[in-house]
């Protein structure tokens, strides 16, 4: 009972600071704020420590925020960013695990070559948590989201794969490096074919539940956990499975389901999101009294300088990395199916290389450690791990999380305003299609009044939006509201046939990759909406679910 009043105190601490922080001037990123008051309560005498449980971590926390992450991903411009995402997610992880082992046992010569690779592997990979909390908002090229993004979605298995193999060395004595390799691509090529079967068997299964959304949401709540427990009982990466039924899932959404699925669960999972983002972050801060209680071998100077050297370390490998990689490939040249896909410039590679941050799945490795080893003596320098992991993860998020909206203001670093002109094309052509649909179509029987009515309907929608594009009007205009009288069934009929229409477009748009997944989620919101209210006036009907 007393853990339990003390978590509902974090969540008080929590909602109070969010509440603060969205009515402050001062734009601090929440994680940051979280994890700077984490620190804060755990120095209270009177608060009994609130130790970070890996398990809880890894199966609780991780496999939904993981998931929600990649169902906000669009597939299509994943996919285009392949490379730079693989060579972030794969080469560089290994790259600084290597380089932090090297540092680590040269700083630090109690530290041997198997124990430097376990802290190496620790803070290695980029957390998704933290990485999306901090750029989301920053109106940054989507091109640049999608890089960062993916590679901390993705590099949680290479890093995981490392730290196993690390650890065994540790404990054993012994390490195969063909073995680990070839366990690599078994458990992350598994965990990548377990999300596709389960991801494709759970769409199967939300197309048999018809106009049942809360049955629906409940079953999204379960998905993640479904996707990394099955994946874990087969031995293969339960975290790349999350990842790529979140993306199977996001990619056949719209045609799976329904408006009031879509509003009951995106509401749902926001509040799930930012009470779980909340509490990892705050437990982050928590846990730094708890470790320095347990470091005694080395003074506070001492502790200090190898953070800060470690972290530079870290930061330094990533920049290099990413500009070699910008340098040496094409990775960020102009690519994408769509007329408005962007280059990455210079500007947003610093942008990439800056962006680095570490979070809880690094410390919840590190507290995951074995107390002793095999042989029963104690690990060594677990206490040390805990300590600078922390501060590895302290230093990326804190000092690269505040700094980097200065540097997309020093860079004059430009809102992203494609993709407003690429919902405006999109609502174009779907106006255009409209007005064709109704010429030629439309299997409901109307009077030629009705007709003309929606057809100037969708005629003055097109005419705006055409002004709206050849103007470059970056601010949306206000929402067209023009009445059609609520009164007449066969206008009714006719909307909700016209709505169809858009639905089953839209669909082929999303399939076609002919525009991007953000506008084209924003269209589809827009629809849900209009559905909402148009069956609003129709008692004793329901919306059918919309199906591919």
Known sequence: ?????????????????????????????????????????GFIPSLPDL??????????FLPPLLFDAASQTSWNEFKAALRPIT????????????????????????????VAFVLGSIISPTDAVATTSII???????????IIEGESLANDASALIAYRYALAAVLTGSFAFWDAGLQFL??????????????????????????HSLVETGLSLLTPY????????????????????????????????????????????????FLLNGFVFILIGLQLPGILRQVRAFTTGELVFYGLIISLMTI???????????????????????????????????????TGTRGVLSLAAAMALPFVLNDGSPFPQRHLILFLSFVVIFVTLVIQ?????????????????????????????????????????????????????????????????????????????AEDTSPVTPLLTPLLSARQEILNFERELLIRLHKNAAYGDTVIREVERELDIEDMRLNQHMPGTSAEKTTG
Not at 54 to 60: D, G, K, R, T, Y
Not at 235 to 260: D, M, N
Not at 413 to 437: C, G, T
Request: proline share 2%; net charge positive; charged share 20%.
């Open 401 to 477: 999380g505040i700094t980097l909206p200065l540097l997309i203001r020093v860079l004059r670093l430009k809102p992203d305003v494609s993709e407003n002109r690429e919902k405006k094309e999109l609502q174009l052509h779907i106006a255009n299609s409209v007005l064709h649909f109704i010429d030629t179509d439309m299997q409901t029987k109307i009077d030629d009044d009705i007709r003309e009515q929606l057809k100037q309907a969708f005629d003055t929608r097109a005419a705006r939006l055409s002004r709206e594009i050849k103007l470059h009007r970056r601010k949306e205009a």
């Open 186 to 211: 078994l458990v992350a090529c598994g965990g990548i074919l377990a999300g596709i079967v389960i991801g494709y068997i759970l769409v199967s299964v939300h197309k048999k539940i018809n106009d």
């Open 87 to 114: 060579a972030l997610a794969i080469s560089l992880v290994f790259c600084t695990t290597l380089v932090v082992a090297a540092t680590v046992h040269w700083l630090i010569p109690s530290f041997g070559w198997a």
């Open 316 to 354: 330094l490998v990533r920049i290099i990395w990413v500009f070699a990689g910008a340098y040496w490939t094409t990775v960020f040249r102009r690519r994408g199916n769509h007329s408005d896909a962007e280059a990455v410039s210079w500007k947003h590679v610093v942008v990439i290389a800056w």
């Open 1 to 41: 009972m007393e853990n339990f009043g003390n978590i509902i105190f974090l969540l008080a601490v929590l909602i109070s600071l969010s509440a603060l922080l969205e009515k402050s001037s001062v734009r601090i990123p929440q994680p940051i704020l979280l994890v700077a008051a984490g620190l804060l309560i």
């Open 136 to 146: 989301r908002g920053m109106n940054l090229n989507k091109r640049v989201i999608t």
């Open 51 to 60: 130790a970070l449980d890996p398990q809880i971590v890894f199966l609780i």
């Open 226 to 273: 479904i996707a990394y427990l099955a994946a874990e009982k087969m031995h293969v990466s339960g975290i790349l499975s999350v990842v790529t039924a979140g993306l199977v899932i996001s990619w056949r959404s719209p045609e799976v389901f329904s408006y009031q699925t879509r509003m009951h669960t995106r509401a749902l999972w926001d509040t799930i999101i």
